[in-house]
């Protein structure tokens, strides 16, 4: 079955830091891949996708590529703001689920002034 | 605008006692989800609709009944055979087929049992 494996947290950084929260899959299919964020006491936002390999996915500064060949799909910010504080879910859904979703069990970023 | 509303944001439960959450979506999505969170914790998916008067559990389904009576909405019961109700309950819709376009979440429901 699918999986989505993230990299545990808590992260802190400095603000202005750079950021990366690796996450890797395991799909039976071509799926497409999201992140997703969360902050305190809300529902989860779609933060950015892509849908196929090679490509990047983009919002807010935040980048993702596609990466097939290494099955990876790592969150990346250059310069990171306090108001990005907040869990990031990493997630895939597929053509031979229905759409059915996956989700990773979320990274915590604290960012500090 | 387009949107998923959850109620009630809040919501108190006594032992023994059923309650209802509601989920409300008019996106004209197909598909809805409901997902439970507990602190600090991932989402477990209890229940599934992919097309009206038709759903499926999920991977913790026990305690728990839904419907999907009308294409825009989706209510979860949590019911008193529910032993640890406690949690975050997230409603989501989306577009069903490839599954290219995400989910749109609601803002959720936090239960507490009293």
């Known amino acids: 079955g699918n999986s989505v494996t993230q990299m545990e947290g808590p992260v802190t950084l400095s603000e202005e830091a750079f950021l990366t929260i690796n996450c890797t899959y395991t799909?039976?299919?071509?799926?497409?891949l999201f992140w997703y964020v969360q902050y305190p006491g809300e529902g989860l936002q779609l933060l950015l996708k892509?849908?196929?390999?090679?490509d990047k996915g983009s919002n807010k500064g935040f980048e993702a590529t596609y990466r097939k060949e290494t099955t990876s799909f790592h969150l990346e910010k250059g310069s990171v703001q306090v108001s990005d504080s907040a869990v990031y879910f990493c997630?895939?859904?597929?053509?031979?689920?229905?759409?059915?979703?996956?989700f990773g069990d979320g990274t915590t970023l604290t960012v500090k002034p | 605008d387009g949107g998923i509303t959850q109620s009630p944001k809040y919501l108190f439960r006594k032992e023994g006692q059923n309650v209802t959450l509601s989920c409300e979506q008019n996106?004209?999505?197909?598909?809805m989800y409901w997902y439970r969170q507990d602190p600090g914790q991932g989402l477990r998916l209890i229940y599934y609709?992919?097309?009206?008067?038709?759903?499926q559990k999920g991977d913790i389904a026990e305690g728990y009944s839904v419907s999907r009576e009308k294409k825009e909405s989706f209510p979860l019961t949590v019911t008193s055979a529910q032993k640890n109700p406690t949690a975050f309950y997230l409603c989501?819709?989306?577009?069903?087929?490839?599954?290219?376009?995400?989910?749109?979440f609601g803002s959720g429901t936090r239960l507490t049992v009293v």
């Open positions: 989501a819709s989306s577009m069903t087929g490839t599954g290219g376009y995400g989910y749109t």
């Open positions: 799909a039976t299919g071509y799926p497409s």
């Open positions: 892509a849908t196929k390999a090679d």
């Open positions: 997630a895939l859904s597929d053509r031979a689920n229905a759409g059915k979703s996956t």
């Open positions: 996106l004209n999505h197909d598909a």
């Open positions: 609709s992919q097309i009206v008067n038709d759903f």
